[in-house]
């Protein structure tokens, strides 16, 4: 039989675990977005199963708030189909920037998690058994189904584009996550 303590331990325990889920779900969603002067295109023919990922250039402006304000920039990212062949809705497919929150060293998409380093699963603390993305320089890792961190020195998971549109032919790429019209 559970004593009082200890069912009230659980459901705090419980309580705090549902309030941090709705916490990390909450900053994602509150991660601000700006439009791109123009959309990136991707073919949807490149992109027809789960986890096929196509690397592509977006071009940006600084903000006026930025070290180097209203400056054109170059951005490189990848988008990845996150969810199953068959579903086109823009929230299956998830773009990251390829540089490293961290130092700026460009990350690395693996799609096979079994070829990852043991270093590297150590550093994770748990198997992984979907794709991710590694960062060669000090092993941050990141999933690719949000780009949330998963371990090493990187002080936040990766910045994001945001897929606006998928049309017949194409996935479309229209918003980058501001943060990164500051710092790169
Ligand atoms: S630059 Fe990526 S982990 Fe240090």
Redesign the pocket.
Known sequence: MIGRRTFLGQTLVIGALGLARRLWAQGAAFLRFRPLPAPVAVPLADMLAQWRSRQFVADAVTLDTAATPNQPIRITGMVVRTGAAGDNTPDRFQAVCLR??????E?EFVSDPARLPPEVVTEIGHPVTEPVYV?P????TFTAETGERLA???PRGLYRFRVTKVSETAVEIGEVEEDLLLFV
């Open positions: 490293c929150p961290h130092e700026g060293c990350i960062c320089c000090h092993n941050s090493g020195p990187a």
